[in-house]
């Protein structure tokens, strides 16, 4: 007997293969012309280039400049505003450099990530999930009054120095989804997470205040209000992990 195979499952894949590629190009092409403009304007520090719609701009502790990659697309003068904002000796200073980067909409500029393919959950992940929408659900109840979202949850199997983070969406005041370090879960238990958790709900109601989303004043202040550390990084047994 004879089979005719379809074809359009061939197809797909290698559509899929050659939008990777196309993202993996266009990704490596902003990098390298977002460190060489930094560079012509004087930026003599590491540059790390990257995609986290959280914190747009800051600096490492090894004093590192990490900026958004839609930044390739700005003028100079928005690149200045950035240099003059890790630069800044002073609040004021900062500030003034800080309503200058805010002008430019890096989501006008950069096309949208592709929707992650959905992949199969494993039993025991969706027990980990269930455990955190639990969690946050308690979290809310008890210290936010009720008045957070519900959001979705995401395990990470790639977070290795962080335990957790926020993705906000940059067209409204809501939170995409929140991801914990499996890892993280794995050697600290659920009690760990669970602070882990309470952080990254001070930057959902951060986002649905319609409040900057960092560690800054408001962060610091409500975080002292639920009982969580108000740092951006904190010690977990002998590991120093950062929390995004």
Known sequence: MMYM????????????????????????????????????????RPIVVHENGTVMVSTGRSGQLRIHRGYAYSSDRILKAIIQFVNAKNRSARSVAER??????????????????????????????????????????????GELSKVP???????RTRLGEVTVDPRSPRLLEITISRRHWERDGPTEVEKTLLHEMVHQWQAESGLKVDHGASFKQKARVVGVAPLARRAVGRVAAATV
């Open 5 to 44: 195979r379809s074809l359009a499952p061939l197809a797909a894949t290698r559509e899929g293969e050659l939008g990777r590629r196309a993202d993996v190009e266009a990704r490596t092409a902003d990098e390298a012309l977002l460190a060489s403009r930094l560079r012509q304007l004087g930026v003599r």
């Open 100 to 145: 200058e980067i805010h002008s430019f909409s890096i989501d006008t500029h950069l096309a949208p990530k592709r929707a992650r393919r959905k992949q199969r959950t494993s039993r025991r992940d969706r027990e980990l999930l269930g455990d955190l929408e639990r969690m946050h659900r308690c979290l809310n109840t008890q210290l936010f009054g």
């Open 153 to 159: 949850f995401r395990l990470s199997n790639r977070m």
